[in-house]
C-alpha cells in the first residue's frame, strides 16, 4: 500500500525524526555544534552565527535519504531547515561535509 504524504507533513516527521536524536547543542561565541555527546570533537552540524551558514555531515544527510526515500539535496535542504526551525535563526546556506573528521566540524571554543 502506498500513502501520499504532502511535502509539509513530510517536513514534521523529519523534524520529529531529527528532534529524537537529541542533539546536544554547544554554543560558542560564533558558533552552535550539533553533538552526540559532550565529549565528541567533531559535531554532525555546525551552525555559523555570524553568516548563518549550517555545515552538515555526510552521513546524517544520507540516514534521512535513506529513511524517507529522498535525494541528498532534499535532505540537506530539510535538515538546514530544521536547524533554522530549532535555533530560531536564519540558516542562509547548508552544505554537506564528506569527512566526519573535517575542520568544517570539529568543535572547537572560541
Given at each position: 500500500?502506498?500513502?501520499?504524504?504532502?511535502?509539509?507533513?513530510?517536513?514534521?516527521?523529519?523534524?520529529?525524526?531529527?528532534?529524537?536524536?537529541?542533539?546536544?547543542?554547544?554554543?560558542?561565541?560564533?558558533?552552535?555544534?550539533?553533538?552526540?555527546?559532550?565529549?565528541?570533537?567533531?559535531?554532525?552540524?555546525?551552525?555559523?552565527?555570524?553568516?548563518?551558514?549550517?555545515?552538515?555531515?555526510?552521513?546524517?544527510?544520507?540516514d534521512i535519504?535513506?529513511?524517507?526515500?529522498?535525494?541528498?539535496?532534499?535532505?540537506?535542504?530539510?535538515?538546514?531547515?530544521?536547524?533554522?526551525?530549532?535555533?530560531?535563526?536564519?540558516?542562509?546556506?547548508?552544505?554537506?561535509?564528506?569527512?566526519?573528521?573535517?575542520?568544517?566540524?570539529?568543535?572547537?571554543?572560541?
Amino acid at each position: 500500500m502506498k500513502y501520499l504524504i504532502t511535502e509539509s507533513k513530510l517536513e514534521k516527521v523529519i523534524f520529529r525524526y531529527l528532534d529524537s536524536l537529541n542533539f546536544i547543542q554547544i554554543e560558542t561565541s560564533s558558533n552552535i555544534f550539533f553533538v552526540n555527546s559532550e565529549d565528541d570533537e567533531h559535531a554532525q552540524i555546525r551552525y555559523h552565527k555570524k553568516n548563518g551558514w549550517c555545515h552538515i555531515y555526510l552521513n546524517l544527510i544520507e540516514d534521512i535519504s535513506v529513511l524517507f526515500s529522498l535525494n541528498d539535496t532534499t535532505s540537506k535542504d530539510i535538515i538546514g531547515k530544521w536547524v533554522e526551525h530549532t535555533l530560531q535563526n536564519e540558516v542562509t546556506y547548508a552544505q554537506w561535509v564528506v569527512f566526519s573528521k573535517s575542520a568544517n566540524l570539529r568543535v572547537h571554543f572560541n
